[in-house]
């Protein structure tokens, strides 16, 4: 059996590679390039180079942390966590498989890109799992009620504390709740993140894993 984990923009055009190619760039006010304040978090990001430094970075969309349950769009606009449809996070993970599979056990992890049990190094980031697989600001998703803070082995995020977020089909829609068996799941994630000390972040990385059955 073939398993497949892409990390993707939400446009489902632009791929975000391993930590060896690309990922994400949070970036200041002026976009791409202009650096975030200390203590701060990013009011952009990009999709660019390992650092962050690629001249054909392409713009992803921005949720930035304002308080615990809610965060910040594009356009300066704030909204409860719940409120957020999947297609406006600025990360999907996809597993793909060549036959129907169930997923357990997802998790997402923030590390230092040397070991995954180390905590992130000049940075303190944020997460939520969004589950609100329809483009309407209302009625209320299902997923994460707060942010996380997460990092290293000692906090990490388990999407599937909300039971529709275990194994979410194609879209992140679970028709079958956590049974729900499909050959593509997706999960979408707000994510922000600020430097506790001025200086790009080349110690900073992402991974997910899951089991499936």
């Known amino acids: 059996m073939a398993i497949n984990i892409n990390y993707l923009s939400t446009d489902l055009?632009?791929?975000?590679d391993n930590l060896a190619g690309s990922g994400l760039g949070f970036y200041g006010p002026g976009g791409y390039n202009t650096s975030v304040q200390v203590g701060a978090y990013q009011d952009t990001t990009y999709i660019t180079d390992s650092t962050g430094s690629a001249s054909n970075s392409i713009k992803v969309n921005n949720i930035k942390w304002v308080a615990a349950s809610s965060g910040q769009l594009a356009g300066s606009e704030n909204?409860?966590?719940?409120?957020?449809?999947?297609?406006?996070?600025?990360?999907?993970i996809q597993v793909l498989s060549d036959t129907p599979v169930r997923i357990i056990n997802p998790q997402l992890i923030i590390f230092d890109r040397n070991n995954v049990n180390n905590n992130p190094v000049g940075v303190v980031c944020q997460v939520a799992t969004l589950v609100h697989p329809w483009n309407?600001?209302?009625?209320?998703g299902s997923g994460d009620t707060t942010w996380s803070q997460i990092g290293g082995s000692g906090s990490i995020l388990n999407p599937g504390?909300?039971?529709?977020a275990i194994s979410p089909g194609?879209?992140?829609?679970?028709?079958?709740g956590s049974l729900t068996v499909d050959v593509e799941h997706d999960w979408y994630f707000a994510i922000s993140a600020f430097p506790t000390s001025v200086g790009s972040k080349a110690q900073f990385g992402l991974v997910f894993q899951c089991e499936f059955i």
């Open 170 to 176: 194609s879209g992140g829609w679970s028709p079958s």
């Open 136 to 140: 309407t600001t209302s009625p209320n």
């Open 79 to 92: 909204r409860n966590l719940l409120a957020i449809p999947n297609y406006l996070a600025p990360l999907q």
């Open 161 to 164: 504390n909300n039971p529709a």
């Open 13 to 16: 055009t632009s791929v975000i």
